[in-house]
């Protein structure tokens, strides 16, 4: 069954470094995610990416964030100067186009990057 | 925005016993309805969804009901297994076509199987 990879699996940066995660998404998918989830706490949505562009982004995807897909395959994260409350899982999804244009498909998952900043 | 609340927060039942978790939402626009189970390490992993113009769906063990006047949605896991035990999350979307549809998720429930 095709999935969702991320790498690295695990990340250490210095605070005020630039981190990229990096995502390859399902093969045939058209709709990309990143969420978050600090440690304990519930999976929150940062970014959602269409059509070459950023359809929705929450509070938390402020100007220190940005995503791109430069191949058609990949999907990153950059993170410029991290803060210590940047360290969490980082999850990317993706998600197909089902029949008639109509999003009825679900969102699948990567095991995601855990970043941690010093 | 929409806001998902999640109960209980840990379970502990004893294997071949049943499961309840309960889900509130807030955004009656909200249409599309996914339960995700996330093992330690791993990614939340898909293991039912509901849309609105159902009332209950069931895939095996699992079963999950929606209650669109109360806005309120549940998962059934029935003669619960140790492979069982995981947390499981709750979420809400506004599907509609041609848009991203972000996930807002319940703040997730420790379930435990017992032998």
């Known amino acids: 069954e095709p999935e969702v990879t991320q790498t690295p699996s695990h990340q250490v940066t210095q605070m005020g470094q630039e981190v990229i995660l990096r995502c390859v998404p399902i093969?045939?998918?058209?709709?990309f995610y990143w969420y978050r989830q600090i440690l304990g706490q519930k999976v929150e949505f940062l970014v959602s990416?269409?059509?070459?562009?950023?359809?929705?982004k929450s509070e938390i995807f402020d100007d220190q964030f940005s995503v791109e897909r430069p191949d058609g395959s990949n999907f990153t994260l950059k993170i410029r100067s991290t803060k210590l409350e940047d360290s969490a899982m980082y999850f990317c999804?993706?998600?197909?186009?089902?029949?008639?244009?109509?999003?009825?498909?679900?969102?699948?998952f990567g095991d995601g990057t855990r970043l941690s900043i010093l | 925005g929409e806001n998902v609340e999640q109960h209980p927060s840990t379970l502990s039942v004893q294997e071949g016993d049943s499961a309840v978790i309960k889900c509130t939402y807030s955004?009656?626009?909200?249409?599309?309805f996914p339960w995700y189970k996330q093992e330690l390490g791993k990614g939340p992993q898909l293991i039912i969804d509901?849309?609105?113009?159902?009332g209950e769906k069931k895939d095996q063990r699992i079963a999950v009901t929606l209650n669109k006047t109360a806005k309120h949605f549940s998962l059934h896991i029935t003669e619960t297994q140790p492979e069982d035990s995981a947390v499981y999350f709750c979420?809400?979307?506004?599907?509609?076509?041609?848009?991203?549809?972000?996930?807002?998720f319940g703040t997730g429930t420790r379930l435990q199987v017992t032998l």
């Open positions: 955004d009656s626009a909200s249409n599309y």
């Open positions: 990416f269409y059509n070459n562009e950023i359809s929705e």
């Open positions: 093969s045939n998918h058209l709709y």
């Open positions: 509901i849309r609105s113009n159902v």
């Open positions: 999804a993706s998600r197909g186009q089902g029949k008639s244009g109509f999003s009825n498909q679900p969102q699948h």
């Open positions: 979420a809400a979307s506004k599907r509609s076509p041609g848009t991203a549809s972000k996930l807002t």
